[in-house]
T-cell receptor, first 116, second 113 residues
Framework: DTGVSQDPRHKITKRGQNVTFRCDPI?????LYWYRQTLGQGPEFLTY????????KSRLLSDRFSAERPKGSFSTLEIQRTEQGDSAMYLC??????????????FGSGTRLTVV | DAKTTQPPSMDCAEGRAANLPCNHS???????VYWYRQIHSQGPQYIIH???NNETNEMASLIITEDRKSSTLILPHATLRDTAVYYC??????????????FGSGTQLTVLP
């Protein structure tokens, strides 16, 4: 399978607990993105990596959120002290470094987080 | 903020062409038009993109008006599996500052048997 893999697919956690999600992008893609999607809404951008460097973070990424991409391969997204408002689908996408022609992202299937 | 406007929902009969419109009146000269779709409980799936010329691939056709202020995604023979939310997005392809895609609310396409 050469797609984007996310783990776990589902996570139920108690409020206040920490959770960590993993994303394995397509191996030759050097750009990696995290998005969050709540019910009935389109995905919202959280953060972006080019190789191991985190180049952009959204205002949605509060201090409780941290993302890493060591060695420019897989990425993790950690949420500390989870709140019920964090319940959402967390999507990862990757893309190659684009040129003038533009290129589409490949998304994973997402991790659905439920905070109870 | 999303820079596109799409109808919230559309229906299409199975086997017929589905034509999904999108307005992007503020599109810049270096911005592409991308279409993605999202089937329930899955991640968005890339469909097609274009800059100026009409484009066709195995999934769909993209018709961009000459002034580039609007476009239409065409699914030539819609099937029940095409029922999804379709997102129209404008983006410079990552070569500029707007590396991330900005999704709006999309169009819920329902293909009816």
């Amino acid at each position: 399978d050469t797609g984007v893999s996310q783990d776990p697919r589902h996570k139920i956690t108690k409020r206040g607990q920490n959770v960590t999600f993993r994303c394995d992008p397509i191996s030759e893609h050097n750009r990696l993105y995290w998005y969050r999607q709540t019910l009935g809404q389109g995905p919202e951008f959280l953060t972006y990596f080019q190789n191991e460097a985190q180049l952009e973070k959204s205002r949605l990424l509060s201090d409780r959120f941290s993302a890493e991409r060591p060695k420019g391969s897989f990425s993790t997204l950690e949420i500390q002290r989870t709140e019920q408002g964090d319940s959402a689908m967390y999507l990862c996408a990757s893309s190659p470094k684009t040129g003038a022609s533009g290129y589409g992202y490949t998304f994973g299937s997402g991790t659905r987080l439920t905070v109870v | 903020d999303a820079k596109t406007t799409q109808p919230p929902s559309m229906d299409c009969a199975e086997g017929r062409a589905a034509n999904l419109p999108c307005n992007h009146s503020t599109i810049s000269g270096n911005e592409y038009v991308y279409w993605y779709r999202q089937i329930h409980s899955q991640g968005p799936q890339y469909i097609i993109h274009g800059l100026k010329n009409n484009e066709t691939n195995e999934m769909a056709s993209l018709i961009i008006t000459e002034d580039r202020k609007s476009s239409t995604l065409i699914l030539p023979h819609a099937t029940l599996r095409d029922t999804a939310v379709y997102y129209c997005i404008v983006n410079d392809g990552g070569s500029g500052s707007a590396r991330q895609l900005t999704f709006g609310s999309g169009t819920q396409l329902t293909v009816l048997p």
